[in-house]
C-alpha cells in the first residue's frame, strides 16, 4: 500500500494540466497503465493490464488527444514535482541536472523555478 501512496503523491499534482475531473481520471488511468503493464504494445496493453472494458479503448485513446489536458502544463507540473520530491539534485550554473527523455524538459523546468 505504501507505494501507490507514493504514486498517488506524485500523480495527485498533475491535476492542474487537467480542465475537467474527466480527463484526470483518464489521466490516472493512463498513469497506471504506464506503471503496471508487462509489455510495450500501447493502449492495448493498458487495457488489458487494467482489466478494463473494451469499450474503454476508444475512450483511452481520445484521452491522448484531448484539448482538456495541458501538455505543457503537465510537464511544467511534473519538473516542479521532481524538484520539489527530490530536493538533492545536482544543478549545473543554477540549472539542475537530469537525465531524461523529451525535447521539452528544459522548458518544463526553466518554467518550473
Known amino acids: 500500500m505504501g507505494l501507490w501512496k507514493e504514486w498517488w503523491k506524485w500523480a495527485g499534482k498533475l491535476r492542474g494540466a487537467c480542465s475537467r475531473e474527466r480527463t484526470f481520471m483518464w489521466l490516472l488511468v493512463a498513469i497506471i497503465g504506464f506503471s503496471v ?3 510495450l504494445l500501447g493502449v492495448s496493453s493498458f487495457i488489458r493490464c487494467l482489466g478494463l472494458q473494451c469499450l474503454c479503448y476508444d475512450r483511452l485513446l481520445d484521452f491522448f488527444h484531448t484539448p482538456s489536458l495541458c ?3 503537465l510537464a511544467r507540473i511534473w519538473a516542479s514535482a521532481v524538484l520539489e520530491f ?3 539534485i545536482v544543478c549545473h550554473d543554477g540549472c539542475p541536472v537530469l537525465v531524461c527523455d523529451g525535447i521539452n524538459l ?3 523546468v526553466q518554467s518550473a523555478k
Open 71 to 73: 501538455v505543457a502544463e
Open 37 to 39: 503493464r508487462g509489455d
Open 86 to 88: 527530490h530536493p538533492g
Open 106 to 108: 528544459h522548458f518544463a
